[in-house]
């Protein structure tokens, strides 16, 4: 009794290749595809029995193709189950044939889109009738098809994963490169922000260096004043006690011959000091007189000049107008200096020469003046320490004096217009805090520059003696006999118009300016109005606008612009028809500061700077940049122009 087993397969083939069923990934490339063909194959050339050629022992009616054949049927013995009596007696054995295997409905692939494409592909016959053995070999060859497939599947599915975690470490190192590119930026910001902390500390101390040394400079200066001070303070006694001695061993010896001739030297003396006086006198009073005559002239013509509603023009003065100036400006130049001679005194100058203490205080006044610079801490230290030196033990008028004239003086020493506005500031701040101060350094001004009042004198030969006497009466300086350059004469006026310009425009937040921006617009006024076009009135409005133009402007704007225009169509355009050599460079400097609109940009240096640059530190010229100083046998040598300022020498 055999007990039969059925076995039917039902194959549904996508594709076929030389008997193989493949099932590709769809993601493939051409090149992965062809080169995975080759592969399979291979393994297929190896695997294969090319010895084994089945040949049919009998023809089958039924065609491969038809549908309507039945699956194969292979009935096996349950007592005979050893293989090697199957195959030997194989032949004996009753098989019977049922229907063949059918791949109808087989596929290797365990897609779903198989089922929808088994319709359209033609179905395999595994076996025929009586072929056993090729339907095995078939089989055997479509489980190999499997493995291989199902290898591929395991190779694509691997080289996925490592793709993956390829892309993750890529990521992830990507990721690290944008944190360590942060961390170093944050580290390069915090050793930028600590190089400039240290440049910052390198340069306050550097700046502080600049200004101890600036303060032992001036420590030192101030001892060598006060020993040389001492040193001539003992000589004199020394000298005056010899002196002494050896007048009382004459007058003891030759009293009575002695005290004739003294007598007739005294008489002798006074005479001649009567003389002198009388004489200075007379020509005073005639020079009052002369100005007295010319300001009475420009009264009656009064017609040439016109005043009105902010506008000014040039006029002609007529025949014999010695004096060009303004009838207010006249009275206010006589009111001042009447004040200065009631305050400070004609004398002053005599004064200042034979009075020790009036000498040594002009010196401490010297000293402050001469070091402002312009920053607000030296401004404020400098106009404190001057207001104490004014109210000190000496006569007020003797300070007021003292302060004018050394104001005025170092003026002219000034190296930067920035010096100039410093000054101007001082003065503000002084002049609030000492009565009359304002006046007296006014009428001081007055004196060594007329173009401050404004005010200007014509030559003429019935007037003045001689050409000399005249330069003299319009600010000439005489020096031993002999008058100064033209020159020089221009550079002092230059500065003193500087001077005056700065001392209008400065504003000082809580403080009044007793002389302000008003007086600077009536100065402009009268100065177009009176004074007529020539070298001198040239240089005097070109300093004066350089200073003080861009404050008139802030304030009055088009009406300053106004003025502006009549100084280029009537001042500057008389001195062009004059075609004077001496003048064609001042009046292009004046066009061009009037054309390029410099009046509209604020000056260098007009407002005070918070702190002293190293840069601005300029030692005095009269200390030849270099001092000595003598301690415990070593010569100390103080040179500012060298980087190690210290060096000692025995």
Known sequence: MYAMGIVQFDLQCPQCVNGIIVDPQTDWSFDDLISELNTIDQKLQASSLPSLHYTKTHSSDVPVTNKNRKAFVMHVSDDELDDDDVYEENNSKSVTMGNRFGCEDFCLSDSEDSDNESTSRARWSLMEKGGVIEGALLELSHEHQLSVAEEIRARISAFGADLSNEKAKFTNALSRAEKNKEARRELDRKRDLQYQRQIAEELDNHLTDVQRHHEYKSQIEEKKIRDDAAIEEAKRKQKALQEEKIRQEKLKAEEAKLQAEKKKEEEAKAKALEAERAAKEAADVALAESQRKAAETLTASKGAVSKGSGSSRLNKAPDGNVLKVAESALKMEESRLQKYNEVVGKGFASDMDSNQEYHKQGMQMARRIKTITGTKESVRSKADELVKLMNSTLPQSVNL?????????????????????????????????VPHAMDILLAKLNQVCIFTIPKYLTYSEAVFESKDAYLRAIGYQEENGKLESTDDYVARLTQHMKLYGALIQTEVNGIQNLHGIEEGWKWLARFLNSLPANLYTLVALEAFLEVAGFALYRRYKNQFKKLLNIISRDFLKALKEKEDPKVTKAVMSLESYIQSNNFQKEPEGCRLRDNLLSSDFNPNESDNQQQYHNYGGYQQQYNYNSPNRFTYRR
């Open 401 to 433: 004096g003292i302060f004018a004239d050394k104001i005025v003086y170092f003026c002219t020493n000034a190296t930067s217009n920035a010096t100039l506005y410093a000054y101007g500031h001082v003065i503000v701040m002084v002049t609030s805090q």
